[in-house]
């Protein structure tokens, strides 16, 4: 009983503290099949605008699946994926970050070698018209003033951004590709277990990332098997179970048991027997 009410007030405007333009992201009923493996079924929920909402479940839940339909990397088998009320079928990837849509992986996918503002721009460099107007020339000034900006905006300080991404520690590096997302991302960031590989301190600036993005108004969508960060970070978790979108809960009314309990399928039994 009390879980319906929590359901109901999930789904009204006010619950989220937004009016009612429509969801940055929204997934209807979406489904996807690997062969005969089912990694996700009949899975809907929504995403507004200055919301960091948490995506958790055990490994093989169909988290990264979930992510990588948004990302455009994979198509659902069924079911819809709209933006901003719009139907999408994203092609790859590609087509999705040209919508806004950026993605943090757990391995940040950075070049080492090179500067960590280049990264900022690999395959997206800014050009410059030569002296017969043709679009010939790298502007380096221009890259690397907007890659300057865009860290700055991520509040981690990083000792030079000339630095090469190899000699940056795992935060920084972090840093690096939160400032990626978030200077081409002006939709929707999606994080999957960014924290995975980093140290107490450097999980910690994680946070401050995504509290920085979550200010400028962009959703976040974090993966993590991190439940004190999801915690302290989260403005509503979603509970993946053996690809069932089994619980949405809002995380200032719900404690890291009750996450635990709907994570581990506990929480379905205990839902069955009452
Ligand atoms: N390319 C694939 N081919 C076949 N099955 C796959 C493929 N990718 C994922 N799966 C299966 O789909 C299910 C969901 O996988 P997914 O990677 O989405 O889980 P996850 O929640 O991200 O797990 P983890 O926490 O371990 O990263 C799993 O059963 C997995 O084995
Ligand atoms: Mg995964």
């Known amino acids: 009983m009390s879980d319906n009410r929590s359901q109901a007030n999930l789904a009204s405007p006010d619950a989220s503290g937004v009016g009612a333009d429509p969801p940055i992201v ?58 901003e009320g719009e139907p999408m079928r994203f092609r790859s990837a590609n087509e999705a970050r ?4 950026e993605t943090v992986y757990q391995d940040l996918a950075l070049a080492n070698d090179v500067p960590a503002w280049a990264n900022l721009f690999l395959g997206r460099e800014i050009k410059r018209r030569g002296p017969l107007g043709a679009l010939g020339w790298l502007d380096k000034k221009a890259m690397i003033g907007a890659a300057d900006e865009a860290l700055g905006r991520t509040k981690i300080r990083i000792k030079s951004i000339e630095a090469k991404c190899g000699a940056l520690s795992g935060g920084q590096r972090q840093a690096v590709a939160v400032a990626r997302a978030i200077n081409w991302g002006s939709r929707m960031l999606l994080m ?3 924290t995975a590989a980093l140290g107490v301190e450097q999980q910690h600036q994680v946070g401050v ?25 989260s403005d ?18 719900t404690t890291t048991d009750e996450v635990i309990k709907w994570i581990t399928g506990a929480g379905l039994v205990r839902q069955a027997a009452s």
């Open 26 to 83: 929204e997934l209807r009923n979406v489904g996807k099949h690997y062969g005969r493996i089912t990694a996700l079924k009949h899975v809907s929920f929504a995403i507004r605008k200055g919301e960091v909402v948490a995506l958790v479940g055990d490994n093989g839940a169909g988290k990264s699946t979930l992510v990588n339909i948004i990302a455009g990397a994979l198509a659902p088998s069924v079911g819809e994926l709209l933006i």
């Open 98 to 101: 040209q919508m806004g849509i």
């Open 192 to 194: 999957d277990e960014p």
């Open 209 to 233: 990332l995504i509290e920085a993005v979550r200010e400028e108004g962009t959703p976040v969508l974090l993966v993590s098997h991190n439940l004190p960060q999801v915690m302290a970070v």
């Open 236 to 253: 509503r978790i979603l509970v993946l179970f053996h690809g069932h979108l089994v619980k949405e809960l809002v995380t200032a009314r």
